[in-house]
């Protein structure tokens, strides 16, 4: 018998850690790490251990004889990942990280966010000796995307923050949350105070169409739509149009799926997740009975995992369609998808649209529209979006030899009052911090922060996360990502080129004085143990505060 992993799966690499025979890949330390969509487990390698189970932070493995019916795909899925990379002697040899050289006193960090690349660099910092952690965020709640972002049907994977709460508990590390850098405590004060900075700020904004209409009433940013329903409090307010019956999504990644499908479920399942109020309320009231999904290229191409795509087909009372002629690959994608260079993932995708293609849609049902090689040319309406016009594109080898879409003439309109464009997320600069525009990060070299004019790096400042490598990679990507940004921390330490700190009573008095309603750790603990009794009287896992009164008000309770 094996053990499998399934859809919540995370790439945290936990599990990997704790396998005894190594038949959990890719590791962090492979290649194909990086564009993996989950890890795999080994069927011929297994033996049936359970330790992986016990260790994965989102309770994404089951043994075989135990896997839910609808889960079942994920038997084949893990074995085929082995097709391509069988398990081999040659393995590369993991990362090996420093110790914090105990002479040279107590390492202090600041981490400016609070989630996943920042709990998991604290977690990689206070794993050594004599090191404290001060971690900041701007609002009263931590965890980032994994409490703003991840979506409320996807409870699993909001596991991990059990792994995050217990780092951000330890006696190591001190929580500044309601405390906005840049505004309440510079970057000059925090490094004066810290040995190091490290920014793990995530990608806040949102990539833009550059087309007529854009900034129509009706036209939103989907990021904007998933932090309302996520219950963000800069977003709570917001108000989105669903009063027809059909929504547009621009991009097909998996914030596009996501959206999709909170669109046409069935509000009463989703009153059991901890979805926002405000948002189950309106979805009730929604009369959306179709979300067309526009992609760019074609399926060989599109930007969602095979794990999300599967999960369309799981929501009930609701049909996925896609147009036969658009599930046809172009000449060269069907060589590649056919060919050796292709991965077991991409040949899936491409077999679960075409099997989508064939199907007979029920007019009765609510359905999700996959559309490819499709670009909006512009959006119509006199005050407000009333139609979209989409031009069809054709795949063409471009000058470096890749495939690109190319738009046609041909052009058909969608009619619709929703257009919410999910082409991609892109950092924010911080004041006093260097920033590449063009590339929505901060320049940096392995997680050093770097001057844009001279190449060299920034003494005591680093970045880690979606800050550092652009919005790619699941929650689990950042494990990896920041242990390697802490690496160049501690070698520096080690290698005496940080600045000696301020003493610690000094940085107290200063944020006492500038963020007199900052909310520690105990705080949050108070505002989560608010909204969990709540939920838990209406059978959901919380009801969200989402104002920032209210969990100030909860922070402060017994207090």
């Known amino acids: ?56 932070p989102v309770d994404a493995i089951y043994a ?62 206070t794993a050594k000796p004599r090191v404290e952690v001060d971690i900041f965020d701007r609002l009263p709640t931590p965890y980032g ?42 970057h000059e004060e925090l490094l004066r105070h810290h040995h190091a900075v490290i920014y793990a700020v995530g990608a806040a904004g949102d990539r833009e169409l550059g087309i007529p209409g854009e900034d129509l009433i009706g036209s939103h940013a989907a990021t904007e739509f998933v932090a309302w329903y996520n219950g963000h409090p800069d977003y709570a307010d917001h108000t989105f149009d669903l009063s027809g019956e059909r929504a547009v999504i621009v991009g097909n990644g998996n914030v596009a799926l996501d959206v999709a499908r909170i669109l ?26 179709e979300v067309v999904i526009l992609g760019r290229r074609g399926p060989a191409q599109a930007a969602y995992t095979y794990p999300e795509l599967l999960g369309l087909d799981r929501i009930p009372n609701v049909d996925i369609v896609v147009e036969p002629d658009e599930a046809v690959l172009d000449p060269a994608s ?6 050796d260079e292709s991965e077991p993932w991409q040949r899936d995708k491409v077999t679960k649209v075409e099997e989508f293609a064939r199907r007979t849609a029920d007019p009765s049902k609510k359905r999700i529209v996959l559309r490819f090689l499709t670009s909006p040319v512009e959006i119509v309406g006199a005050e407000s979006v009333e139609e979209v016009c989409i031009a069809k594109n054709d795949m063409v080898v471009g000058a470096s030899g890749a495939l690109m879409a190319k738009p046609s003439d041909v052009t058909t309109t969608l009619t619709t009052n929703l257009v919410l464009r999910s082409i991609g997320y892109r950092g924010r600069p911080m004041a006093g911090i260097p920033f590449d525009d063009r590339r929505g990060i901060i320049p940096n070299e392995n997680g050093r922060v770097i001057d844009p004019d001279t190449g060299t790096p920034l003494p ?11 919005p790619t990679g699941v929650i689990g990507t950042n494990k990896f990502c920041s242990a390697e940004t802490v690496k160049m921390l501690i070698d520096d330490f080690s290698a005496v080129r940080l600045g000696e700190p301020d003493e610690r009573e000094a940085f107290d008095r200063l944020l006492a004085d500038r963020a007199p309603a900052a909310i520690d750790f105990q705080g949050w603990q108070r505002i989560d143990k608010t909204e969990s009794a709540a939920g838990k009287s209406a059978g959901r896992p919380r009801a969200k505060l989402t104002t920032i009164e209210s969990m100030l008000a909860a922070a402060r309770a017994d207090s």
């Not at 009153?271 to 009369?287: F, P, V, W, Y």
């Not at 069907?334 to 060919?339: E, Q, S």
């Open 264 to 289: 046409v479920t069935d509000p009463e399942a989703l009153a059991k997740t901890d979805i926002a109020d405000h948002a189950l309320e309106a979805l009730r009231a929604s009369n959306i009975r």
């Open 460 to 470: 005591g400042v680093y970045v880690a996360g979606w800050i550092k490598r652009g």
């Open 334 to 339: 069907r060589a590649f998808i056919d060919g």
């Open 1 to 56: 018998m094996t053990y499998v992993i399934t859809q919540p799966c995370c790439k945290d690499a936990s599990c990997v850690d704790v396998c005894p025979v190594n038949c959990i890949h890719p590791t962090p330390d492979e290649e194909s790490f990086a564009t993996a969509e989950m890890l795999y487990i080994d069927p011929d390698t297994c033996i049936d251990c359970g330790a992986c189970v016990d260790e994965c």
């Open 145 to 186: 995307l994994v409490r703003a972002g991840v979506a409320p049907d996807h409870q699993g994977t909001k596991g991990v923050t059990g792994l995050f709460r217990t780092a951000m508990g330890k006696r190591s590390v001190h929580c500044h949350f309601n405390v906005d850098v840049g505004t309440d405590i510079s």
């Open 64 to 125: 075989e004889n135990e896997l839910p019916d609808i889960d079942e795909p994920y038997l084949d899925i893990n074995a085929q990942y082995y097709t391509k990379y069988p398990i081999g002697p040659d393995w590369p040899e993991p990362l090996k990280f420093p110790v914090v050289d105990e002479a040279l006193g107590t390492l202090r960090v600041a981490i400016v966010g609070s989630g996943p690349a920042a709990c998991y660099a604290a977690m990689e910092l």
